[in-house]
């Protein structure tokens, strides 16, 4: 008998029913930060430096295209001499890479070259290569001959080969040959750094941009076809462990989804460049991951805030797919992935079905098992809070990390704490292992029946989540119970809340019996709320919006005890007009 089997055998649950967050530990083993410690002390060594140096001339063999369209107020804050990204800026003249000054986020945003994208956006070649130089020669005078972090972390490398690669005509148009020739040899010497250390980066979308940057060097420079072969054999096994079955990446994050859909993409384009086909496995690994990305998109086609994720806007992501050049439908099922996709008569409601991911595998992961979002044609009405992974340079720290947890989702909160622990450091600790999961479809419509165990250990409940949306969009009927995880109960009652956080644009009117409220939506709709087992409460509430600012909203609070039996909470939501 296989382990699946015995355990369904032992605990009644079907096998392919149990989602378990495996590898528990919250980040590398001392084993393992001590090898990576090593590794970039190696970096500061003569023998490193060798193997950084070429035979090969210093020269493009072709460019690529970038297919991306870069964000214009970005781009437009370049030409008047400012490098500006979620609320932080600073001045072109005033850049100096050896003393930074500037936060992770907009260090990565410039250390990537990511800016050249927005800038060759908003204006021609001819004014935008004297601005992208000024920045480059900075960039070379502080890292191109001094190996560090963290101008040269892997994926970082990877992220610049990709931007050189595709915008050379910003950043090689200068007639100076000296910096020309710079440009190159700091070019081949990060493609050399690459070939060591793409693999040392974590599983996700920092391995996949690191291996991405070494098949881009050898698209592009000389003598690249040892180096073709071996990046081809790297990134296939980097989305092997990158990326599930069912197309959706490790980090759970959809935004992670999206950047990583985005660094295949460009890769692609090297390979057009060469008038070469992407190896077959980049291209069914594409067709997958927008497969599932469309999966975490409302009926307004952008995200789902998840995992740090903000409603990122729907006609940006209708032209990245369209740019990979992707046909196809919504996932409904990414088991693995962890989201359950229900649609009917133009009401889509997203579920969440599956453990956080693993620390070490993803910063700032959350807290949102068995939360839900859920749309009405353009409008999305219950939503999460989101954003902690892209929110504006303005928004306090505080706030930020409270959007990772469980209260800033619409799902159950048992006793005021987070279905999995998240650490003062920031790591997420001890909490949901395993969920189980059941659906079912019908004539009548889809259900979700999920549990997880985040909250057995401290309190004695598995926290279970019936959710049915009917075949034709206009009920949504739920139920939130607490059952006894073990029999040995604790005493005493336990305060619930399950909360169900508004879009800042659905007006709210509760009813006079507390039970109940009418909610509308900005075309008029009405949805009808009412709850059974608790009583409704309006609060305050907040949601990042795509750009990362906060914008002030209310949540519908069912508030209720359980006695050391369980407890359940059902609630409604009918569309009456």
């Not at 030409?79 to 600073?90: A, I, K, N, S």
């Not at 927005?118 to 935008?128: E, M, N, P, Q, Y």
């Not at 490790?250 to 660094?263: F, W, Y």
């Amino acid at each position: 008998m296989s382990d699946d089997a015995a355990d369904s055998a032992a605990d009644g649950v079907e096998p392919g029913k149990r989602l378990v967050r495996t590898g528990g530990n919250n980040g590398l083993s001392l084993a393992d930060r001590i090898a990576e410690r090593f590794h970039r002390l190696a970096w500061q060594t003569p023998l490193h430096n060798m193997r950084l140096k070429g035979r090969h001339p210093l020269k493009l063999i072709a460019v690529s295209e970038d297919p991306f369209f870069g964000d214009p107020a970005r781009g437009n804050a370049l030409l008047d001499g400012m490098v500006m990204f979620r609320g932080e800026e600073r001045s072109i003249a005033g850049l100096d890479f050896a003393r930074a000054d500037w936060s992770k986020p907009f260090a990565d945003y410039l250390q990537s070259f990511a800016w050249l994208r927005d800038l060759s956006s908003v204006t021609a070649r001819v004014t935008a290569a004297p601005i992208a130089e000024a920045i480059m020669e900075r960039w070379l005078a502080a890292h191109a001959d001094k190996v560090s972090e963290p101008a040269w972390r892997a994926d970082l490398w990877g992220r610049r080969i990709l931007f050189w690669t595709a915008h050379a005509p910003l950043i090689l148009s200068a007639n100076d040959p000296v910096y020309r020739s710079s440009v190159l040899h700091a070019l081949a010497r990060g493609a050399r750094h690459l070939d060591r250390a793409a693999d040392r980066v974590p599983l996700g979308v920092p391995r996949i941009a690191a291996w991405c940057g070494v098949l881009a060097a050898g698209l592009m420079l000389p003598g690249g076809d040892p180096r073709r072969s071996f990046g081809e054999t790297g990134l296939k096994r980097a989305l092997d462990g990158s990326v599930f079955d069912d197309g959706g990446s490790v980090g759970r994050s959809p935004a992670g989804q999206l950047d990583a859909i985005q660094l295949l993409t460009m890769l692609c384009e090297s390979y057009s460049a060469r008038r070469l086909d992407p190896p077959a496995f980049v291209q069914a690994a594409l067709a997958k991951m927008v497969t599932a990305l469309l999966g975490v998109c409302h009926g307004d086609k952008g995200l789902a805030s998840w995992q740090g994720s903000g409603p990122i806007p729907g006609e940006t992501i209708e032209q990245f797919i369209e740019a990979t050049g992707v046909r196809t439908r919504p996932l409904k099922q990414a088991r693995e992935w962890g989201y359950q996709r229900l649609a009917h008569g133009g009401t889509v409601l997203i579920f969440d079905a599956a453990p956080p991911p693993l620390s070490r595998l993803v910063a700032g992961g959350c807290a949102s098992t068995l939360a839900f979002e859920m749309s009405d044609g353009k409008h999305r009405i219950v939503v999460n809070c989101g954003g902690s992974g892209m929110t504006d340079a303005s928004v306090p720290a505080a706030l930020t990390e409270g959007l990772r947890t469980t209260a800033a989702h619409s799902t159950l909160v048992l006793a005021d704490s987070n279905s999995t622990a998240i650490h003062s450091d920031g790591t997420l600790g001890r909490g949901v292992i395993e969920v189980e999961l059941a659906r079912t479809e019908s004539e009548n419509g889809s259900r979700v029946e999920a549990s997880h165990d985040g909250y057995a250990r401290r309190f004695g409940f598995l926290h279970r989540r019936v959710v049915a949306l009917a075949g034709d969009g206009r009920d949504i009927r739920g139920e939130d119970m607490l059952l006894p995880a073990d029999k040995r109960r604790k005493k005493g009652m336990t305060p619930l809340a399950v909360r169900f956080h508004l879009h800042p644009q659905v007006e709210i009117a509760p009813t006079a019996d507390g039970l109940a409220a009418i909610l509308r939506t900005p075309d008029g709709h009405l949805w009808q709320f009412r709850c059974k087992g608790g009583r409704l409460a309006i609060e305050d509430s907040i949601w990042i919006d795509g750009a990362g600012k906060p914008i002030s909203s209310e949540q519908l609070v069912v508030l209720a005890e359980s006695p050391p039996g369980g407890a359940n909470v059902s609630w409604l939501f009918h569309r009456a007009k």
